[in-house]
């Protein structure tokens, strides 16, 4: 196997921080190496130590003085609506109807699937993230264009073919039959090949009969270590339509705990606006409220209360996403600086620590991968994302007066985007150079 030694300043979560001065929660080497021994990371420690256990000739690359990461996870995004950002909507309902679901109709060709994939993978490649949740369409055509793209390029990730049945155009509805033999039928091809990982996709209540949740009920109860991915309480006038459809249950979240759907497994887009007995529901079964930011703000959906589910009696486990194409940007770093401008609307601090935990180490534990992805420990994957706080001139310049590792990461984390990702490794492999080199793709 090929070996590599990577230098550069070292920073790996171990757990959640509790504060900016919580430095027992990470691991950091001013000057540290990496020896990447084919896909994962053999050694990791400070360059002298690394050195000096390497093979005499290795390979070494240098990337001091940036900082070297874990790659960014981004757990919820929808792979078919790159060609829907930046669509003027009042609200999620209009959004959908107006702009995503004709778009997402047109996944139905293998073509056009493939086409969207080379470009989704290039811009997460672009932006650092090594690993994502996607939501494909429909169509069986657009999970097996999002897994082979994923498999080309051997990264990890997570992804499902929508289970839809109602209130779509008739080009993206499936019944509950289809939806549960597709499922099945994209599990037996793409599942554990490769880095990948197929995901049971009920869309949402809205989309979904009570048959077609039972199909994936059936799903869920018979490949239990599968992700389960949909979407709650995003925003008001769906919460109050769900309702209409489903009128015995309690309340949003009732849905899906009735069909099983729950578990630590589960992977909630939104779930803004949840009541006591909603959050203490997703307690107890370990679920995964997801947080994203960009989109939550630019369909006005509302202010994710982050701080206050993790510190309840019960508390809520939460990710971060950055939802293409509700979100706005495909950056990790853009997400969290708007993550943090929320928390500080409800009065609420989110400190830069928490930031690059929840982008890494903390996403990674959202998906219960800790142990592959999400942090620089041996035996891990080695995905890694190079950065730049001095990308720009703008950046260059404040980085003159900063003098600590905080103050750095929420200068990336407020002024950063792709241009501070010097280079994003998949499985120890350069891959952002190799995009840059082969320009625009048409």
């Known amino acids: 196997m090929t070996q590599m030694l990577i230098r550069g300043r070292l920073l790996s979560f171990k757990r959640a921080p509790h504060s900016l001065t919580d430095t027992d929660s990470y691991a950091y080497e001013s000057d540290g190496a990496l020896l990447i021994d084919g896909n994962t990371i053999s050694v990791a420690g400070s360059y002298g130590t690394v050195k000096a256990i390497a093979p005499e000739g290795v390979e070494e690359i240098d990337h001091r003085p940036h900082l070297i ?162 979407h709650l309480s995003e925003n008001h006038e769906e919460i109050r339509y769900t309702g209409e459809l489903y009128p015995d249950a309690r309340d949003y979240t009732d849905i ?66 950055t939802d293409i194409g509700g979100g706005s940007s495909y950056s990790m770093l853009r997400t969290m600086d708007e993550a943090y401008k929320i928390q500080q609307l409800l009065g609420e601090r989110l400190n830069p620590l928490e930031s690059f935990y929840l982008m890494t180490r903390g996403n990674a534990e959202a998906l219960s991968m800790a142990e592959r992805i999400g942090t620089l420990e041996p035996g891990t994957d080695a995905d890694l994302v190079v950065l730049n706080a001095a990308s720009t001139p703008a950046m260059r310049l404040r980085m003159e007066t900063v003098k600590t590792l905080g103050e750095e990461l929420f200068l990336l984390q407020t002024m950063g985007d792709d241009r501070a990702v010097v280079e994003t490794y998949v499985a120890g492999k350069a891959m952002k150079s190799e995009f840059d080199v082969s320009q625009v793709r048409t």
């Open 69 to 230: 990461l874990p790659g960014f996870i981004d757990t919820h995004l929808h792979f078919p609506q790159m060609q829907v950002i930046a669509s003027y909507a009042a609200n999620l309902l209009e959004w959908l109807n107006t702009y995503t679901f004709p778009e997402e109709c047109r996944f139905v060709e293998s073509e056009h699937a493939a086409r969207i994939a080379t470009h989704f993978y290039d811009e997460l490649l672009r932006h650092g993230t090594t690993t994502a949740v996607a939501y494909c369409s429909v169509h069986k055509t657009s999970a097996d264009a999002f897994f082979a793209e994923a498999l080309k390029r051997g990264m990890c990730m997570v992804g499902g073919k929508v289970m839809m049945d109602r209130n779509a155009p008739q080009g993206l509805l499936d019944t509950p039959q289809m939806g549960y033999d597709e499922t099945r039928a994209v599990i037996a091809d793409w599942h554990g090949k490769g880095r990948c990982h197929v995901a049971i996709t009920p869309r949402f209540a809205i989309t979904s009969t009570p048959g077609q949740m039972k199909a994936a009920q059936a799903l869920a109860q018979e490949f239990p270590d599968l992700h389960i991915q949909t």
């Open 256 to 321: 899906y705990a009735h069909y099983g759907l729950l578990g630590p497994k589960t992977l909630l887009g939104h779930a803004i606006h949840l009541s006591d007995r909603e959050a203490d529901v997703l307690s107890e079964a370990g679920a995964v409220a997801v947080h994203c930011p960009t989109s939550n703000l630019f369909l006005g959906s509302g202010l994710f209360p982050m701080k206050s589910l993790m510190r309840r009696e019960k508390p809520v486990r939460v990710a971060v996403a």
